[in-house]
């Protein structure tokens, strides 16, 4: 099988409300609207066709990151449209979409948080995509870094905790053991996903 792990959708509902919220776009907007593949099945199944039977995408958003055109309360709606609309894709056309990355509302740290938990939680998110920045504001700046260190840190079902994609120790009971050479910043991770569960 061809897994092609970085594949950009519209959803077209998503699509459809994007366009309202964020008008042209400039130069960004002319190309997405260029770019029918992302939003037009019919041609989007064609061109998959072209590489086998055995081609697989795991789908994401397309740029522009939702935050940079909409507001906090628009980016959640977006985030939302268009979560579901990727999940609905996987499920009716799981032998072409295994899986999809979610996408968040990232100019509100706690509605992304909100929005991560339902998009893995209930339509089965198997990731998340993160731009470099937030509206120009790096991602381990002040204002979101509690909650970056939150989406970052995980946790799997024999209770390795990783952050970051980095192993840093195992949750036994209620216990933390920290793998040793963890980090200050891994460890500040730990304790505001300790602190959020209570």
Not at 122 to 127: D, I, K, M, T, Y
Not at 159 to 184: D, K, N, P, Y
């Amino acid at each position: 099988m061809k897994l092609d792990v970085f594949t950009h959708v519209f959803p077209r509902r998503f699509f459809d409300r994007m366009l309202e919220v964020a008008g042209e776009l400039g130069d960004m907007g002319k190309r997405v609207r260029g770019l029918t593949t992302l939003y037009d099945l019919d041609r989007r199944f064609r061109v998959m066709d072209e590489f086998g039977d055995d081609y697989r995408q795991v789908l994401s958003l397309a740029s522009p990151p939702i935050e940079s055109y909409a507001s906090p309360s628009q980016a959640v709606e977006l985030a939302r449209l268009a979560n579901e609309g990727m999940a609905d894709l996987v499920e009716k056309h799981r032998d072409r979409f295994p899986a999809f990355v979610a996408a968040l509302p990232m100019n509100d740290v706690e509605a992304a948080l909100r929005e991560l938990e339902r998009a893995a939680g209930e339509l089965g998110a198997r990731g998340v995509q993160l731009f470099t920045n937030v509206r120009g504001r790096p991602l381990d700046g002040r204002d979101l870094r509690s909650g970056m260190a939150l989406i970052a840190a995980g946790l799997a079902a024999d209770g390795a905790v990783t952050v970051e994609g980095h192993f840093v120790g195992r949750l036994t009971g209620v216990q933390f053991e920290a793998a040793q050479g963890s980090s200050v910043l891994e460890e500040k991770a730990l304790r505001a996903a300790r602190n959020r569960g209570r």
